[in-house]
């Protein structure tokens, strides 16, 4: 997103073309009391955000129910010394459905401590997955938002670009991996094969239109869920125009339970 203040009236927009029923968002870049709540709320979405600082921040937004909101998953690690919490991952049940908006650390350098970081809450991120399935198997679980990592060589425009880089190397990739084998699925490039598909375009050196892009933005879905879904896109188009952010929202279709309403989940 970055920044949803910055951003709020575009938000908004979109929430009425897409007419999407729950919205993870992550990078608001705002505290709680700064977070454009009325942007979601006069639309007649519940919304719950978690932002401690003017970096990072998290949000869901639901007109399909918002209960059981928790800040942080069981084991998240801080960062610092001494370690400090951060505002990246907010969960929410909707519709029957356990929401999560995750922003995952971005690891700035090969070797950085906040590489070291990450690597650490991709950990923490799929032993808590892999214990909420062990407590009960048909839970439905998304992982919605951005995940600094390109977990295949098609989801960035040109690997010899990102020679000694972060978001491709081996242990971020792997990481990926565990938490996609621990049960939670990445349930949108079925339905948007690569290479090309990206959700992520840098604001320099005119990436977007020169399509040097990176697929980074996932919803990652318990097996109960990804039996549930019946399409997803990537809308590219929402990163066009003043004012857009660097990512593009990433929406996924679901079938209703007894084949009535198909609620819809977008992280952006």
């Not at 709540?37 to 639309?43: A, I, P």
């Not at 909101?69 to 919490?85: L, N, S």
């Not at 971005?106 to 407590?135: D, F, I, M």
């Not at 980074?216 to 997803?232: M, T």
Request: charged share 30%.
């Amino acid at each position: 997103m970055n920044s949803a203040r910055a951003r709020a009236e575009r938000i908004g927009a979109w929430l009425d073309r897409s007419d999407v029923d729950v919205l993870a968002i992550q990078e608001t870049k705002a505290r709680d009391h700064q977070f454009p709540e009325s942007v979601f709320t006069d639309r007649g979405y519940e919304v719950a955000h978690h932002g401690l600082s003017q970096w990072n921040g998290v949000a869901i937004a639901s007109r399909v129910g918002l209960e059981d909101v928790r800040t942080g998953f069981p084991g998240q690690p801080g960062y610092g010394d001494p370690e400090e919490a951060e505002a990246r991952a907010i969960g929410a049940v909707c519709a029957g459905v356990r929401v999560w908006s995750l922003y995952v650390p971005n690891g700035r350098e090969v070797g950085h401590p906040h590489y070291h970081y990450k690597l650490r809450w991709l950990e923490a991120l799929r032993e808590a997955g892999t214990a909420s399935l062990a407590v009960d198997p048909d839970a439905q679980i998304a992982y919605v938002g951005d995940f600094n990592i390109a977990p295949k060589d098609e989801d960035v425009w040109d690997m010899a670009e990102f020679e000694g880089s972060t978001h491709v190397t081996e242990p971020e990739r792997a990481a990926f991996d565990k938490l996609v084998g621990a049960g939670f699925d990445d349930v949108v490039r079925a339905h948007t094969p690569g290479p090309g598909v990206y959700t992520y375009w840098d604001y320099k050196g005119l990436a977007f239109p020169k399509r040097k892009g990176m697929r980074i933005d996932f919803v990652l879905a318990s097996p109960a869920l990804r039996d549930r879904v019946s399409g997803a896109s990537v809308d590219r188009e929402e990163r066009k125009g003043k004012g857009a952010s660097d990512h593009a929202p990433v929406i996924v279709g679901l079938d209703g339970d007894d084949g009535g309403s198909k609620p819809k989940q977008a992280a952006s």
